[in-house]
C-alpha cells in the first residue's frame, strides 16, 4: 500500500447473496489525493458496488478500506463506520434531488446534516457551490421543474458544497443526452481540476473515461483487470478484453518466431510481422493486436521498406468527413484501416498497408 | 470484536422480519387457524373438546351449496366486469379524451366512495322496489300497466349495485396507467395509418391488459366476499351468496344456535379461493407495474378528439353521478324525512318532518356510535398507514428473510370476507382474556387493520417502488445519520401517500358494516352497526336519517383524501 | 339507613298491584330489599337482549329510578339465537359473560339443556308463580304473529290464514325467513296441515325479512301488499300514521320470550332483581312501552288486551322439540327456495 494514496481500498470483497457470483473479489486500489480515478467496465462488472463499498452503502464481506488516516472498514477488526461519517460526498447516477426541496434547500442538506457552519455562512457556501455549476439564478426554483441537466448541476453542487475529502461520481453522465454529456463531461474536468478534488468515477463509456480520467481501474467479473493511465490502457492493454473494451481494434491470431533484444517476429495468415518490445517466448501462440487509426495506408506504389508492409486491395470505404474507414482485403484476411481523408483510395485499388512495430502489440491467448 | 457491522445489519433484519411475521400471523394466520380448528369440534367452539368430521361434510355436502357458489361467482362476475367497464370509461373519458369539463369531472369521480354500500343498496330498494320504486312507479304510469318493470331484489338487480358501489375503485386503479401509455408508442401507432379508435384497440387495450386484469381481480374478490349489498338486496328475495350464507348461519341457523362448525367448515373454501387468487393477485400486479415503468417516462400523449362523441360522452358521465350519487342520496334524503317508510311521491309531501334528523342530534346513543365510528376510523387507519409502511419498507428496501410471505399475508386479508373475519377474532378475543378487547372498539380495529392491510401495503408498495433507494442514500451521503435521513428525507416524501392510506382507511373503516356487526357487544355500537340495527328493526326512516349524517361525514373524509393523493401521486388502490 | 327505606318503597310499590295480602307484601317486600342491597355491592349487571339500544336504555332508566343503588347495562345482540350463542360461546371460553338473559323458548331451552341458567327463587321474590318456569325462566312478553296489510292496496280487509294464499298477491306476500310462526302454529294444526299450508305460502312467491319489523315497513310503504307479521312490530308504523292495519288469525301463534339469570352471572342479586322487577307489572309495562311487546299474563299489559279473547297456540317451553324439529324442517325448505 502506498503512503501517499488518500484512499486505499485492499483485497476487498463482496457477494451479494450466499451461494451467489461475487460481485467484487479481491479488490486492490489506491486512490492518490487530487487524482480522477475511474472504474471502468461493462455492466455488471463489479465497478458501482466498489464504488458503493467505498461509500459505506454496502458492506464488504473481506477486506479493509482507508481515506487518509482513519480506517472506514476493516473486517478482520470489525470497523464499519456508517456512511453518513465518512467524510465522502457522492453523485448518484439518478442524481436522487430530493424532490420536496427546493435547489437551495438540497444544496444546504448536507452543510446541515453536518451542523458546519452558521446559517449565513452555509448559505453562502451553497450559494458558491451552485454558481460553480452555473445555477445561481436557479436557487428558489422547485427541483421538480429541473432539466436533466439542472438536476445533474445540482448534484454536483450538493456534492461539492460539503468540501468532502472524496467525491464519489457513480455514472453522472449515462442519463444525459449526447449534447449536454460532451458539455457536462467538459465542465466535469475543468470543476475538478479548479478544486483540486480527490473523485473516484464510474462509467462504462471508454471516451469518458480516458478523457477525464489520470487512472483508470478496468475491471471485469468483479475483478481489477488493469489499472493506468489511460494512455498505457489503450496502447498497451494487458488482454484481449482490455484491448476490444477500449476501443476498436483487430485481433488476429499469430505465432513467436524469434525473440530479440529489440522486438520479435511472429507469424501470422497474412504474412510475418516485426513487433517492438518482448513480452513472450518464441514457439507460442498469441494474439497479435492492431487499431485501425494505427494501419497505415499507401499507395501500391510506395517505396516504403517493405517490413510489416503487405499488399491489400480495398474491398469497402465508408466516409465520415474527418475520417475514411477502409476495409481491405490481404490474401483471404481482412484488415480494417482508419486514415484521415486527406488522401483517399476507392473501392478495388490495390494499396499497401504498413503496420508499424510500435503500435503492434501481442496478448495472451487465452480470453480471446 | 467479531460482531461486524454486516452482522448487526442482518441481525436487525432477522429481527424486523420477525416482528412483522408475528403481527401479520397475529392478524391474519391466527383467526383463519381458530376457523380451521372450529370446523372439527362437535358445536363448532374451537376450544371445546372432542372432534368431529359432521361439520364438514354438511357444508360440503349439502345438496344447496353448488347453487351457492355458483350465485356467488355469478354475482362476483357480473358486478366486477360492470364496475370494470364503467371504471375503465371513466378512466379513458376523463383521462385521455377532450371530454368537456373534465377537470371538474375528475376532482367529482370519487364523491360515490362516500355513499356506504349498504346505504346505495338501501337506496335502490327504494329507487327500484318492484312496486314503490320510483322508476316502477313512473313506468306504470306512463304506461298504464300495473307491474315492476325492473326488479331491483333480482340477481341482476344486485350486480348492478355493487357494480355501480366498485365503479369509483376501479376507476382509481385504471386511471393512472389509462392515462400513462406512452405518446411513443402512440405516435409510432399514428404513423402507422391507425386511427383513433383503432390505436386505442390495438395498442392502449392490449399495453392495459395487465393493469386491467389486475383491476378485474380486485374487483372480482372485493365482490365474492362483500355483505352489504347482498345482505339488503339478496336476502329478501332469497338469493343467497356465501357471505350472506355464513351470517345466516350465525344468526338465522335452522336450529336456535350458531353453526359455527359449518362456518369453520365453509372457511376451507376462501382460503383455499386466497392462495390461488393472491398468488395471481401479485403476479399481475408486478406485470403491470412494469408496464407503468416501461411508460412512466413518456409524455403525455395528446387528447383522442371527441367532437360529436362529446355529447354522449357527458351524458354518460352525468348518468353515472346520477346512478351512483344523486339518486340514492335523494332516495334515502326522501325516507330520512317521513315517519314511516313510503313511496317517493309528491302526495306524500304533506308528511314530511325533520324529526328523524333530530333525534338523531338528540340520541346520546347515536353521538356514542359516532363518536366510536371516529375513534374506531381513526385508530384502524393509523395502525394499517403504519403497518403497511413498515410492510412496504421491508418488503421492498430490506433483504431480510420472509420477504415475499410478508407481502402475501398482508395481501391475504382481501379474500377473506368481513363477517367470517368478524366471528374468528370473536373467537380469538373470548379465548385470550388477558387482553380485553372482547366488546370493545378494539376489536372492530383489529378486524379492520387485517381487512385493510392489503389496500395499504399495496398503496405503500407503489410509492416506494416509485421512490428511489439513492434519494435516501444521497441523504445519508450528505451526512446525515439515519434518523435525520427518516425525518427530512423519508417522511415528507411519503406522508402525501401514508395520508391517502390513512384518510381511504379512514372512510372505509367509518362506512363498513359487516366485520363490526359480527363483533357488536357491549361498548363499541358504531355508526354502521347502529343504522343496520335501525333497518333491521323496522326503523328505516331512522335509519336513513342516520344515513345522511353518516354521508355528510364520509364526503368530506373523501375530499380530503382526494386532496391528499393529488399531493402525493399515485397511491391508488 | 334512608337508602334501605327507599328500596324498601320501590319493592312495595312494585308489589301493590299483587293479590296478596299485605302480610305476604311485607314479605315479599323484605325479600327484594336485601336483594337490592346485596345489588348495590356487585358490578353492573349486563343484559343480553335483542331489542335496540334505545329502547333498551328507555328500560334501564326506569329500572334505575326504582332501584338507584344496582346497575344494569343493556347489551343489544341481534336475534334471540345470536344472545344463546353469545352466552354458549362466552362461557365455555370462561369469559365474562351476561348476568341476565332475555330470548324466545327455543333458545331458552338449549340453554336450560347445556345448564346455563341458574335457579332463582323468583316466587320469593313477588312474581306471579304463573310466570316462573321451573324456578329458572321468567316469562317476559310474547311475539303475536298476525297478519299486516296495507290498507290502500288491500281493498277487503283480510279474514285471516287463506287470504295469504290468495292467487292476486301472488309475489306481494312478506314472511319472516324464520317460520316461527308456522312452527307454533303445528300445535293446533299438526304437522301435515300446516307443511301443506307453507307449501302453498312458498308458492306465492313471498319476500323474505330478516324479522317482522322491515316486513311491517316493506306494508306500510306499499311495496308488499300484505304479510304474516306480528303485533308488537306493527305498531310503530302504525302509530306514525302507515296506512296499515293487523288482523289477528284464528289460531293466533305465539313465541313467549323468557328472562333468567345465567348460570355465569358475576351478578347474580342484581340479575334477579332486574328480573324481578322486569316481569312485575311495574317493569313490564315499561318494557312494553319501549319495545311493544310484554306479557300477556300481566293485565296491565296492552299485549294482554290485545290477546284476550284470542284462540292462540305455541308450544310449551317443556314441550319443545316438536316445535324444534318442524322449525328445523321449514327453514331447510325456505333455504332450498329456487333463485329465479
Redesign the interface.
Known sequence: MSEAALLSVERVAKRYAEGSAAAVEDMTIDVREGEFFTLLGPSGCGKSTTLRLVAGLESPDAGRIRLAQTVLFDAAKGVNVQSHKRDIAMVFQSYAIWPHMSVLENVLFPLESLGRYGRAERIALARAALDRVGLAQFEHRSSTLLSGGQQQRVALARAIVRQARLVLLDEPLSNLDTALRDQMRDELFVLQKQLGATVVYVTHDQDEAMQLSDRIALMRSGKLVDLGDPRRLYLEPRSAFGAKFLGRTHLHRAKVREVSGTGSVVQTTFGDLMIDGVRASAGIDMLLMIRPEHVEVEPQSSTRPSANSFEARIVSMRFSGRTVLYEAAIGGERLEALTTSSRMFEQGDVVRLHLPSSRCRLLPLEDA | MKASAPATRRAGEWAAGGALLLVLGYLVVLPLLILVVAAFRPHGFPFEPGVTFAHVTNAFLDPGLPRLISGTLTFAIGASALAVMLGLLLAFLLERTDMPWRGVWRAAVVLPMAMPPMLLGIAWTLLLGPRIGVFNVMLSEWTGVRGPFLNIYSLSGMIFVEGLALAPSAYLMLAAPVGNIGSAMQEAAAMSAAGPLRRWLKIDLPLLTPAIAACALVMFVAGLVVFDIPAIIGVPSKIIVLSTHIYGLAHNPPESLPRYGEIGALSFLFIGLLVGLVALYQRLGARAQRYVAITGRGWRSSPVPLRAWKYPAVAFVILYFLLTVAAPFAALLWTSLLPYQARISPDLIGLLTVSNHLAFFGNARAISATIHSLEVALLAASAVAVLAFLVAAYVNRSRGPGRRIIDLLAAAPLAIPGVMMGMALIFVYLTFDWLPVYGTIWIIVLAFAAEYLPFGSRAMNGVMSQLHPELEEAARMSGAAPSRVLRKILLPLFLPAAMAVWLWVFAHALRALSAPVMLQGRDNIVLSTLLWGYWNSGEPTIAAAIGIWLIVILTLATIGWRLASRRGGAAHV | MTDFGMTRRSALALLSTLPVSFIGREVFAQAIASLAERAASEDPA?WYES????QG?QVIAAFAKAFPKAKV?H????????V??RV???S?????TADIVTV?G??T??LLKANLIAPQDFEAYGLDPKLVFSKRAVHTAVTVYCIVYNKTLVKKKPAGWDDLLDPQYK??VGTW??AAALAELSRAWGEDKVMAYYNKLLAQEP????????????V?????ALGLGSYH?SL??MK???PIDIVPLDPSPMSSVFSFVASKARSPATAALFISWLCSPAGNVVYEEATDRGTPLIAATKTAKFVAGLPTTEWPLDNKEPY?AI??KM??M????T??
Do not use: H, W
Request: proline residues 7%; without cysteine; aromatic residues 4%.
Open positions: 349486563v331489542s335496540r339500544p334505545d336504555d347495562r347489551e343489544s345482540i341481534p336475534g334471540g339465537n345470536g344463546a350463542a354458549t360461546q362466552e365455555m371460553a370462561g369469559a365474562r324466545g327455543g333458545e331451552t338449549q309475489g306481494e325467513v324464520r319476500m323474505f325479512f330478516n324479522s317482522a319489523a322491515p316486513l311491517a315497513q316493506s306500510a310503504a306499499g311495496e308488499i312490530n310503530p308504523p306514525k300514521g302507515a324444534a322449525f328445523e327453514n331447510r325456505v333455504a332450498n327456495v333463485v329465479k
